[in-house]
């Protein structure tokens, strides 16, 4: 382990924390707004750069990386397709939570539905987070730390045992972000990582360019278009992992779930000090999402021109930045990296205290629990929650390579199920609590018996495309045959200034089309093919 890295690696951590420590010293943590939720005074910037590393993660780096080394660049659709989710989310969706004033995304559907259709909700996103997202994130991260440093020969350990201590520094420092800092320091942190991330993740396939095309960037993409132009194929052939027309069925839906309605993404957005910085902050991630291919699917695209098709596709990323990385800069590289792990750690630690605390605290055990104890309490679980998923975390190493599609399909259990009762009851005023609950519980039987007992020969995002439309209809049939007895009306307790921004149409409009050129020109009929 080079010295230099090591270094080079704890500056740039220890200055990350720093500057988080230094724009949070006088903020209030100890009420439910100022630790939950920044003290709702988050700025466009803050907002966009923290949801950029939020969503980003190890585990994309190297999973969709691999897709692009053994597939085409068709698995963009995660990437690419995040941009008109997040359009939508900026025109429709997040006017209305901060109109609502609320602090959980369940919250409004317990003001739309009741009580019970919101801890239904709450217990489905917890499920995700403690099962399937705060492990998993530990787990990556570990295994890319291992790479970078080799901790099993420094310590002189077995890999198992390398990542065991790999998991355990992640998440102990992830967990003083996230249970004492609350959410401004893992916003602050989030937004300087994210300068980080973007200019070292783009450094890769800059380098890995220059590398293949002999110190020239334009031979390098020559090289990519005259020897491997099926890599390029936006569209990608019926066995790609994302097929083309799951962007208009499940994709679409799964990227309006995450990006509009998952804890751990929208409360950085409800967040802001008002309407216009929040808008304005999603809709500079939209911009920003069209950039994630770059760095996100490109270098293994690289790599498979550079080592050829013989590498385990999960080694293909390690490999290029062990290639084209200089020595001096791996320790920069790596504590990126690692600022990325953390910030999704400490962002779905952080939301799963939020939902805890507020949605099953207070409620059940102490109703009338001032904001300093609900805090405490938060805090204490939080501390709970990240010793479970550092026990948890190790034991994916059992598991097959290549769990990012396998993610994807677990996620589906719970995230379009969500996002269907959440439109239907932004959209209709009819719809009762009943419908909710059938639609959840039909909804997710049916695609747990397509994904466990039954194959149905279609690709699960299809599959929830499907049902989608299925349990809507279910609903609005049920709200013809038994109605509520009065409409339902978006009750008016915004927090803070709700102006919209006079350019959020344009601007939208703007990602919406550049989203469509990329795929156009990455077309089987564009420029490049």
């Given at each position: 382990?080079?010295?230099?890295?090591?270094?080079?690696?704890?500056?740039?951590?220890?200055?990350?924390?720093?500057?988080?420590?230094?724009?949070?010293?006088?903020?209030?943590?100890?009420?439910?707004?100022?630790?939950?939720?920044?003290?709702?005074?988050?700025?466009?910037?803050?907002?966009?750069?923290?949801?950029?590393?939020?969503?980003?993660?190890?585990?994309?780096?190297?999973?969709?990386?691999?897709?692009?080394?053994?597939?085409?660049?068709?698995?963009?659709?995660?990437?690419?397709?995040?941009?008109?989710?997040?359009?939508?989310?900026?025109?429709?969706?997040?006017?209305?939570?901060?109109?609502?004033?609320?602090?959980?995304?369940?919250?409004?559907?317990?003001?739309?539905?009741?009580?019970?259709?919101?801890?239904?909700?709450?217990?489905?996103?917890?499920?995700?987070?403690?099962?399937?997202?705060?492990?998993?994130?530990?787990?990556?991260?570990?295994?890319?730390?291992?790479?970078?440093?080799?901790?099993?020969?420094?310590?002189?350990?077995?890999?198992?045992?390398?990542?065991?201590?790999?998991?355990?520094?992640?998440?102990?420092?992830?967990?003083?972000?996230?249970?004492?800092?609350?959410?401004?320091?893992?916003?602050?942190?989030?937004?300087?990582?994210?300068?980080?991330?973007?200019?070292?993740?783009?450094?890769?396939?800059?380098?890995?360019?220059?590398?293949?095309?002999?110190?020239?960037?334009?031979?390098?993409?020559?090289?990519?278009?005259?020897?491997?132009?099926?890599?390029?194929?936006?569209?990608?052939?019926?066995?790609?992992?994302?097929?083309?027309?799951?962007?208009?069925?499940?994709?679409?839906?799964?990227?309006?779930?995450?990006?509009?309605?998952?804890?751990?993404?929208?409360?950085?957005?409800?967040?802001?000090?008002?309407?216009?910085?929040?808008?304005?902050?999603?809709?500079?991630?939209?911009?920003?999402?069209?950039?994630?291919?770059?760095?996100?699917?490109?270098?293994?695209?690289?790599?498979?021109?550079?080592?050829?098709?013989?590498?385990?596709?999960?080694?293909?990323?390690?490999?290029?930045?062990?290639?084209?990385?200089?020595?001096?800069?791996?320790?920069?590289?790596?504590?990126?990296?690692?600022?990325?792990?953390?910030?999704?750690?400490?962002?779905?630690?952080?939301?799963?205290?939020?939902?805890?605390?507020?949605?099953?605290?207070?409620?059940?055990?102490?109703?009338?629990?001032?904001?300093?104890?609900?805090?405490?309490?938060?805090?204490?679980?939080?501390?709970?929650?990240?010793?479970?998923?550092?026990?948890?975390?190790?034991?994916?190493?059992?598991?097959?390579?290549?769990?990012?599609?396998?993610?994807?399909?677990?996620?589906?259990?719970?995230?379009?199920?969500?996002?269907?009762?959440?439109?239907?009851?932004?959209?209709?005023?009819?719809?009762?609590?009943i419908a909710a609950k059938i639609s959840l519980f039909v909804f997710i039987s049916i695609y747990a018996t397509t994904q466990l007992f039954w194959d149905t020969g279609l690709h699960f995002l299809h599959i929830l495309g499907i049902?989608?439309?299925?349990?809507?209809?279910?609903?609005?049939?049920?709200?013809?045959?038994?109605?509520?007895?009065?409409?339902?009306?978006?009750?008016?307790?915004?927090?803070?200034?709700?102006?919209?921004?006079?350019?959020?149409?344009?601007?939208?409009?703007?990602?919406?089309?550049?989203?469509?050129?990329?795929?156009?020109?990455?077309?089987?009929?564009?420029?490049?093919?």
């Amino acid at each position: 382990m080079n010295a230099f890295t090591v270094v080079s690696f704890l500056f740039f951590t220890g200055f990350v924390a720093l500057v988080a420590w230094w724009f949070t010293r006088k903020e209030k943590l100890d009420t439910q707004d100022g630790y939950f939720l920044g003290g709702r005074n988050l700025s466009a910037w803050v907002i966009a750069g923290s949801l950029m590393l939020t969503n980003l993660s190890t585990e994309q780096l190297v999973g969709l990386n691999a897709q692009g080394y053994s597939d085409t660049i068709a698995v963009m659709g995660w990437e690419v397709g995040s941009a008109i989710a997040l359009v939508i989310v900026a025109f429709f969706l997040l006017p209305r939570y901060m109109k609502g004033g609320i602090t959980t995304i369940p919250d409004f559907l317990e003001d739309r539905y009741d009580f019970n259709t919101k801890q239904i909700v709450t217990v489905l996103f917890l499920f995700g987070y403690v099962f399937n997202l705060l492990p998993p994130i530990l787990y990556s991260g570990a295994v890319a730390i291992n790479g970078l440093f080799d901790i099993p020969g420094a310590l002189g350990v077995s890999r198992t045992v390398g990542i065991w201590i790999s998991v355990f520094a992640i998440g102990i420092v992830g967990s003083i972000y996230a249970v004492f800092g609350g959410l401004k320091a893992v916003a602050v942190s989030d937004t300087i990582n994210g300068v980080g991330l973007l200019i070292g993740g783009l450094m890769i396939p800059v380098l890995g360019l220059f590398a293949l095309g002999d110190g020239s960037m334009t031979n390098g993409i020559q090289t990519i278009v005259q020897d491997s132009p099926e890599k390029l194929n936006s569209v990608g052939g019926p066995d790609s992992p994302v097929p083309f027309g799951t962007m208009f069925t499940g994709m679409l839906l799964v990227n309006l779930f995450y990006w509009g309605t998952a804890q751990h993404i929208m409360q950085r957005a409800i967040a802001a000090k008002n309407l216009k910085e929040g808008q304005k902050g999603v809709l500079i991630a939209a911009f920003l999402k069209l950039l994630g291919p770059v760095f996100l699917i490109v270098p293994g695209i690289i790599a498979f021109n550079m080592f050829g098709p013989g590498l385990e596709p999960t080694d293909a990323y390690p490999r290029l930045v062990a290639e084209v990385l200089p020595a001096p800069l791996v320790g920069f590289f790596a504590a990126v990296l690692f600022g990325a792990i953390l910030s999704s750690f400490n962002s779905a630690l952080n939301s799963s205290v939020t939902l805890i605390a507020l949605n099953i605290y207070k409620p059940y055990f102490n109703p009338e629990a001032p904001d300093k104890v609900v805090v405490r309490k938060g805090k204490f679980v939080g501390i709970l929650l990240a010793v479970f998923a550092m026990c948890i975390a190790p034991l994916i190493d059992k598991v097959p390579q290549g769990f990012f599609q396998y993610l994807q399909i677990v996620n589906g259990f719970y995230n379009v199920p969500i996002f269907t009762i959440l439109i239907v009851g932004y959209l209709t005023k009819r719809v009762p609590s009943i419908a909710a609950k059938i639609s959840l519980f039909v909804f997710i039987s049916i695609y747990a018996t397509t994904q466990l007992f039954w194959d149905t020969g279609l690709h699960f995002l299809h599959i929830l495309g499907i049902l989608f439309v299925l349990c809507t209809g279910l609903m609005l049939l049920i709200g013809k045959l038994r109605p509520r007895d009065t409409d339902f009306v978006l009750e008016e307790k915004a927090k803070v200034d709700m102006t919209p921004w006079k350019l959020v149409y344009p601007v939208g409009l703007a990602a919406t089309a550049a989203m469509v050129v990329i795929y156009l020109l990455l077309s089987p009929i564009g420029i490049l093919s």
